[in-house]
């Protein structure tokens, strides 16, 4: 695995890394579901029905995606830096619970929620060209559309609780399971916002070791 540039830091307590998907893999998977968008790929592969996105389609990565494009290697590296930054100790064993696309039209989000296992994250693989004018004008004329915002606590006073990101194709933030966020919906285009989600953990003596 070549060497991949990450940034960590900590807006309120968890920590946070960010880096970039490579081009090639973002290829590959936009040039698969592109061409597997069909009936029988949705019907075996939806995970709708077990995620709480108000979105159009969720559908699980199989084996051969995973393996075939890339993303698999490179999660895998990536979650290893991750943990190591944080605890100073890289994971020998990785379990992927799962990972998946989310696609969002204009008028969809994502309600708060947070994840299973022990790490999580989202990647970027198309985004619209304009998330549109907010609805209203917002304070400081700030606009949250089609953005992904991270919770931690509640209001403090000299702390933050949120975190928000405008995301780019290519962006992958990863985080702890257990950190909330939410989708905010966009507006005036029908270009989709196609995201890619996970869910891993790591061995559970250096899980037990790090939170003690």
């Known amino acids: 695995m070549p060497n991949i540039d990450f940034n ?3 807006p309120f307590g968890p920590l946070i890394g960010v880096t970039t998907l490579p081009n090639d893999i973002i290829f590959k998977l936009n040039d698969f579901f592109d061409k597997h968008l ?8 939806d995970a709708g029905s077990k995620l709480v996105g108000n979105v159009s ?14 993303w698999k290697d490179f999660l895998f590296f990536s979650i290893k830096s991750y943990v ?4 100073g100790i890289s994971p020998e064993q990785i379990d992927l619970h799962g990972s998946w696309i989310v696609r969002q039209y204009q008028n969809e ?14 990647a970027y693989l198309k985004v619209p060209e304009s998330y549109g004018k ?18 931690h606590g509640s209001r403090m006073f000299m702390c933050d609780s949120l975190f928000t990101h405008k995301p780019k194709v290519g962006d992958f933030l990863l985080f702890p399971h257990y950190m909330m966020h939410t989708v905010f919906p966009f507006y005036g285009t ?10 891993a953990s790591i061995e559970k003596s250096l899980f037990e070791k790090a939170i003690l």
């Open 38 to 45: 069909d009936n029988e790929y949705k019907k075996k592969f």
């Open 109 to 122: 989000y994502n309600p708060t929620h947070w994840h299973s296992g022990h790490i999580s994250g989202v």
């Open 57 to 70: 389609e969720e559908l699980t990565l199989s084996d051969e995606i995973l393996d075939k494009s890339g």
């Open 190 to 199: 029908d270009s989709e916002r196609r995201s890619l989600s996970f869910n």
């Open 134 to 151: 907010p609805l209203q004008s917002t304070k400081q004329n700030i606009s949250v559309n089609g953005n992904i915002q991270l919770i």
């Open 8 to 10: 960590f830091f900590r």
């Open 84 to 87: 190591k930054f944080a605890i």
